[in-house]
């Protein structure tokens, strides 16, 4: 099985900046099979990026992934006050979900 | 427009079996290369991967539960089911169910979400 580490699990930043959070896996994965998602609170997850790189419908630009192997990493280039969450990443050849990172106000 | 949306018991008892029903609108679990997932959140903890369904019945599970779970379809009536056996109070969490989309070149997603159902675990 797949392990996500998700290593920052808080990540304390203000509007305008950047912020990055990073996924590293266990063993090589596609970069095919890497999603990444946001979640609120009472809220479902929200897909944001897969196959690495690919914004879901909907999604502004200010959101972008990358990567390769095992290190993947989700950039929000200028953080708007709705961005504030937790975000998973999830890779989709044994389907396992990393632990989350929250981002917080700072 | 997909929508999914789970249903079931609030509270199940130690020991107990938990069925889960994901009721689905917008398409259809017969067309080739549809799947339905069902992913699990204690409260305040991180989403954990439980099992998937294709079109084909073919099913997949968390290595973790693979004995505890089962999942499977009825297509006529637009649902897909979760069974968990022997709940324990650890198993107290939101389970939601998704719709798995295929993008092309390989890529697939957890494209749109049921709002989940909560289940709680306790004598």
């Known amino acids: 099985e797949i392990v996500l580490t998700q290593s920052a699990g808080t990540l304390s930043l203000s509007p305008g900046e950047r912020a990055t959070l990073s996924c590293r896996a266990s063993q090589s994965v596609s970069s095919n099979y890497l999603v990444w998602y946001q979640q609120k609170p009472g809220q479902a997850p929200r897909l944001l990026i897969y196959?690495?790189?690919n914004r879901a419908t909907g999604i502004p630009d200010r959101f972008s992934g990358s990567g390769s192997g095992t290190d993947f990493t989700l950039t929000i280039s200028r953080l708007e006050p709705e961005d504030f969450a937790v975000y998973y990443c999830q890779q989709f050849s044994s389907w396992t979900f990393g632990q989350g990172t929250k981002l917080e106000m700072k | 427009q997909i929508t999914l949306k789970e249903s079931g018991p609030m509270l199940v008892k130690p020991t107990q079996t938990l069925t889960l029903t994901c009721s689905i609108s917008?398409?259809?679990?017969?067309?080739?290369?549809?799947?339905v997932g069902w992913i699990r959140q204690p409260p305040g903890k991180a989403l954990e991967w439980l099992a998937l369904?294709?079109?084909?019945?073919?099913?997949r599970y968390s290595p973790s539960l693979i004995h505890r779970l089962t999942v499977s379809k009825d297509t006529s009536k637009n649902q897909v089911f979760l069974t968990m056996t022997n709940m324990d109070p650890v198993d107290t969490a939101t389970y939601f169910c998704?719709?798995?989309?295929?993008?092309?070149?390989?890529?697939?997603?957890?494209?749109?979400w049921g709002p989940g159902t909560a289940v709680a675990v306790s004598s």
């Open positions: 369904i294709f079109w084909d019945d073919d099913t």
């Open positions: 196959g690495a790189s």
């Open positions: 998704a719709h798995r989309e295929y993008f092309g070149d390989l890529m697939f997603a957890f494209d749109v």
């Open positions: 917008g398409f259809s679990l017969s067309p080739s290369g549809v799947a």
